[in-house]
């Protein structure tokens, strides 16, 4: 692991606004906050609502878990937090901007800074690992440095993969890959629904490593899991707080984790 | 060279590799827009022929009327003073003139020798009638003529030429009609190629917007996409079309309407707007189906 540790580097110089973000201690737009939920409620059409009063603030470099049991809205949440979903009652503000007022455009730029690794993984078929890692970066127009894209694909273990075909990869591969694509566009806040949800404990524990290096980065990082013993182990390593879902809010848990 | 040929067209190769290839329904789109283009020269043709006939035939009513003035010696000129008189009052009439002897002389040449006595014979004189607007009323004129002046005899020949020109003008119009249809059903064809395709590849839309793809983005790569196929197709179409044209039977043999079928000089050209007309049609209306199918996502 520790080799992997250095080829994060190219990620970091690969845009300007992580040079000074290497420095956890102080993430920029110190004081504002890159996620917001105000008395947000959210309920799919033809059932009560599943979320209801959620008032949420991650700050910038902050490191989250999200949990609660299967079918509490962890997924539902996430998708507020990118722009997927629009609060039924209530406001959601991204980087600033009311999600409500945000064209189609502005939620397309706005997910260009919030990398998502979703619970259902989806890749281009058609298209190799190695261009599907890079198709954030290839639909806003940028060109992947050949060398960017390996390191990145020797920090998350898929050197060996560069060629293959998504519906070739392991669950646990599919999850790397998932990483890798989010974080390619360096962005500042990196959503994880379930990442470790396929994997062996060791594989978790490597995935655990790459998000907790991340936000050492300055990112933002919120990871939605029910598994409790990845955040304990997080815990040990990392600043963490933990959300829970019950009863359609959220809450702060104790130190009884 | 497909690669190299579509780059050469879009700017961005890697948006539309991110689309995957349909090789089956590609082929259909460039058959189904080479068929119409086809058709569409052939309507173009029609229509210019058409055109073409309805102006000879026109013009040959508007001038072929003239008044034969045949009278006993000495009253020939009193009549034709009187001709003039009614044609000057009739209304539809534009002008009317009085052929000089070497006009007449010109006219009867062919038939008689340069060396005619014109003046001596008794030769009709000739009036030469010129419409304007909606012309006159033979009839009428036919009845005044007969009243004041019994040698003048009105000559409109050509008159049994007018339901040919309506006929004309409306086989033009019919061919301006098909060009109309052709083209819509073009844009029919290419909305539903369209539409099946965006629906196949609706996961791929969806990964491509979760990944920060902006809908131009995505729209583009379709319309890229089929913008070249119905072009491609059209300008295979245009070839075929105007190379069956070129290999009609030649103009002159026996004349008439169905060896007119053809393009005359400069409008050898407009088949030529055929395919970029075709990419145009395919390039809104994949624009229109993507963005209504974009609109529906989140
Ligand atoms: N598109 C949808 N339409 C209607 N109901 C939905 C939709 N998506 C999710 N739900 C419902 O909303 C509830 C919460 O779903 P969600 O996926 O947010 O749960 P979760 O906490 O992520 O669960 P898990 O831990 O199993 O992933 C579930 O009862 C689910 O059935
Ligand atoms: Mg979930």
Redesign the interface.
């Known amino acids: 692991m520790g080799s992997k540790t250095r080829k994060i580097k190219p990620l970091q110089s690969r845009d300007c606004n992580n040079c000074n973000a290497g420095a956890k201690l102080s993430p920029r737009n110190t004081g504002h906050t890159v996620i917001e939920f105000e008395e947000v409620s959210y309920g799919y059409s033809g059932t009560g609502p599943l979320l209801s009063d959620i008032n949420l603030k991650l700050a910038p470099g902050s490191f989250h878990f999200l949990t609660g049991p299967s079918g509490a809205g962890k997924t539902t949440l996430i998708k507020l937090c990118y722009?997927?979903?629009v609060p039924t009652q209530g406001r959601v503000t991204l980087f600033d901007q009311d999600v409500r007022q945000m064209t189609?455009?502005d939620v397309?730029?706005?997910?260009?800074k919030i990398g998502?690794v979703?619970q259902d993984v989806?890749?281009?078929?058609?298209?190799p690992v190695h261009?599907n890692v890079a198709?954030?970066l290839?639909?806003?127009g940028k060109t992947t440095e050949v060398s960017d894209l390996s390191d990145l694909m020797e920090w998350v273990g898929l050197t060996g993969q560069m060629e293959a075909l998504p519906p070739a990869l392991s669950g646990g591969e599919r999850q790397r890959a998932a990483l890798a694509?989010a974080v390619i566009?360096s962005p500042d806040v990196i959503l994880a629904d379930e990442p470790t949800g396929n994997v062996d404990w060791d594989m978790s524990q490597r995935l655990l490593k790459l998000l907790i290096e991340l936000n050492r980065m300055g990112k933002t990082v919120l990871i939605a899991t029910h598994d409790m013993n990845l955040i304990r182990a997080a815990k040990a390593q990392v600043q963490a707080r933990v959300l829970r879902i019950s009863d359609h809010r959220v809450q702060l848990a104790g130190a009884d984790l | 060279m497909r690669r190299r040929f579509s780059s050469l067209v879009s700017r961005d190769t890697q948006a539309d590799r991110v689309v995957p290839p349909t090789g089956f329904t590609a082929r259909l789109t460039v058959f189904a827009s080479g068929a119409m283009a086809f058709l569409a020269v052939f309507a173009l043709a029609l229509s210019l022929a058409t055109g073409r006939l309805a102006d000879q035939w026109s013009d040959a009513l508007a001038q072929s009327a003239t008044i034969r003035v045949s009278a006993p010696d000495g009253q020939v000129d009193q009549q034709v003073l009187t001709v003039m008189e009614v044609l000057q009052t009739t209304p539809g009439i534009k002008d009317a003139r009085v052929l000089t002897d070497s006009e007449q002389r010109d006219l009867l040449e062919p038939w008689f020798g340069p060396d005619l006595p014109i003046e001596t014979l008794p030769v009709p004189r000739l009036i030469e009638v010129i419409e304007e607007g909606e012309g006159y009323d033979p009839e009428g004129l036919r009845q005044r003529l007969a009243g004041e002046a019994p040698g003048a005899i009105l000559d409109d020949h050509a008159r049994w030429r007018e339901p040919l020109v309506r006929a004309a003008d409306r086989l033009r119009g019919l061919g301006v009609v098909s060009i109309l249809l052709i083209t819509l059903t073009m844009a029919a064809m290419i909305t539903l190629a369209a539409n099946a395709a965006l629906a196949a590849n609706a996961q791929v839309i969806h990964v491509l917007r979760l990944v920060g793809a902006r809908d131009r983005y995505i729209a583009g790569a379709f319309v890229r996409r089929f913008t070249l196929r119905a072009f491609s197709g059209a300008a295979f179409g245009v070839i075929a079309g105007v190379l069956a044209i070129l290999f009609l039977p030649s103009a002159d043999v026996g004349g008439g309407f169905l060896t007119g079928l053809g393009f005359r000089g400069w409008h050898w050209i407009l088949p030529l707007a055929i395919p970029p007309l075709a990419g145009l049609v395919a390039f809104l209306a994949t624009r229109h189906a993507a963005n209504t199918t974009l609109r529906e996502l989140t």
């Open positions: 722009g997927a979903l189609r455009d397309a730029h706005t997910r260009r998502v979703h989806q890749f281009l078929d058609h298209l261009e198709l954030p290839t639909v806003s694509r566009m």
